[in-house]
């Protein structure tokens, strides 16, 4: 199962905003997450459209399962 780690946050637009990182360490904890969205804030790392980052909505592990049909 492959698991994604999303962070969401709101530009100066106010348009929520994505930011994904495929396989995240095991057992990351919320407090390291909560640090992380700070840091991408504070660095101003991901420009968007709608300006820079300026605030966390929130952020979720998601656990995607693929399941071949047809092919190898």
């Known amino acids: 199962m492959a698991k994604t780690l999303v962070m ?3 530009n100066e ?3 929520e905003v994505n930011v994904r990182v495929n396989y995240p360490k095991e057992n990351i904890t919320a407090q390291e997450v909560d640090s992380l969205m700070s840091l991408i804030i504070q660095k101003n790392i991901f420009p968007t459209t709608g300006g820079d980052l300026v605030e966390k909505v ?5 656990e995607t ?4 049909i047809v092919g190898s």
């Open 8 to 10: 969401t946050f709101l």
């Open 13 to 15: 637009a106010g348009e």
């Open 58 to 62: 929130g952020a979720q592990i998601v």
């Open 65 to 68: 399962t693929t399941t071949t």
